[in-house]
């Protein structure tokens, strides 16, 4: 059974940071391209950001530039969402996403989710 697992969500202060997690079992997802995205109350789901399989390329939605980074560890299976400077606009459940394929900004795109960590952002 194909799992993406999300951890490190919770409640932090406006300027704090947090650092999520996604680990994946059941196949393994080094070829995969891996994202996030995150879904506030009574509002879509949005694009956070995506990288590809090697790492190589990754890109961010406007709204978190300069300010989150993705990474990856395609030996440990795992996809991580440093988050810096947090925002109360951040507060959201985050979801972490793969699809075998390049990265996209999709959701539609993707094949595999995660049951989403929630993050909130007190001001």
């Known amino acids: 059974q194909v799992q993406l697992v999300e951890s490190g969500g919770g409640l932090v202060q406006a300027g704090g940071s947090l650092r999520l997690s996604c680990a994946a079992s059941?196949?393994?997802?080094?070829?995969?391209?891996k994202a996030w995205f995150r879904q506030a109350p009574g509002k879509g789901r949005e694009f956070v950001g995506t990288?590809?399989?090697?790492?190589?390329?990754?890109y961010y939605a406007d709204s978190v530039k300069g300010r989150f980074t993705i990474s990856r560890n395609n030996a440990k299976n795992t996809v991580h969402l440093q988050m810096n400077s947090l925002k109360p606009e951040d507060t959201a459940v985050y979801y972490c996403?793969?699809?075998?394929?390049?990265?996209?900004?999709?959701?539609?795109?993707?094949?595999?989710w995660g049951q989403g960590t929630q993050v909130t952002v007190s001001s």
């Open positions: 059941g196949r393994t997802f080094s070829s995969y391209s």
């Open positions: 996403a793969a699809r075998s394929g390049g990265t996209s900004s999709d959701y539609d795109q993707y094949d595999y």
């Open positions: 990288i590809n399989w090697s790492g190589g390329i990754a």
